[in-house]
């Protein structure tokens, strides 16, 4: 659910480690970025707009998003040069 499609067995735990209280955007912002961090992928996430980052973030970040390429979970994913593609478009944007 939310923004970043928090599972429930991903969200409660991190709800209660984070002492959050409710489901609002600036939780789940503070949950997502705690996620990063536990990933240890927080360094390549804030050097995303280097694709070596960019692909470092995303190696570090597929267990947790089941669409990312190398994803564990069997679903479809994404291919790398799309998700760059779209990534690029949106920073050039803002």
Known sequence: AGRYQFLSDTWDPLAE???????TPPS?????MELIRRAGAYKAVA?????????KALSKLNGIWASLPGSPYGQPTYSTATLWKHYKARLAKH
């Open 17 to 23: 480690d984070l002492g959050m209280k409710d489901f």
């Open 47 to 55: 050097d995303s707009s280097n694709f070596e980052s960019f692909t």
């Open 28 to 32: 789940q912002d503070k949950a997502v």
